[in-house]
């Protein structure tokens, strides 16, 4: 089983930045698809970004193009979500997740049942 660990969360103001990182405990790393997705009180989980297994294609929510970039590190099995320009309509839970199986199809990206694995999520908090 491939364990997933979020952290970074907090507090900022709006307008601020803010990097969360994603530890992964597995030996091919390369061959995972990552994303992240949150979820506000009262509302559905959201796909956020999703990074290819290579690390070559990046996919983004439109409600946070530009202002967020995904990455990953697979050296040190690490995926992070630099967000800046940060709303407080981004206040939510963000959670880590991760597949093994081939993705055929660009849409499989954004669907939360794609991901096998998941993180425990960390708080993100943005005040006006």
């Known amino acids: 089983q491939v364990q997933l660990v979020e952290s970074g969360g907090g507090l900022v103001q709006a307008g601020g930045s803010l990097r969360l990182s994603c530890a992964a405990s597995?030996?091919?790393?390369?061959?995972?698809?990552m994303g992240w997705f949150r979820q506000a009180p009262g509302k559905e989980r959201e796909f956020v970004a999703a990074?290819?297994?290579?690390?070559?294609?990046?996919y983004y929510a439109d409600s946070v193009k530009v202002r967020f970039t995904i990455s990953k590190d697979n050296a040190i099995n690490t995926m992070y979500l630099q967000m800046n320009s940060l709303k407080p309509e981004d206040t939510a839970v963000y959670y880590c997740?991760?597949?093994?199986?081939?993705?055929?199809?660009?849409?499989?990206?954004?669907?939360?049942?794609?991901?096998?694995?998941w993180g425990q999520g960390t708080q993100v908090t943005v005040s006006s």
């Open positions: 597995q030996r091919t790393f390369r061959g995972y698809t």
């Open positions: 990074i290819s297994r290579s690390g070559g294609s990046t």
């Open positions: 997740a991760a597949t093994d199986q081939p993705l055929y199809s660009t849409n499989s990206y954004f669907r939360a049942l794609t991901y096998n694995y």
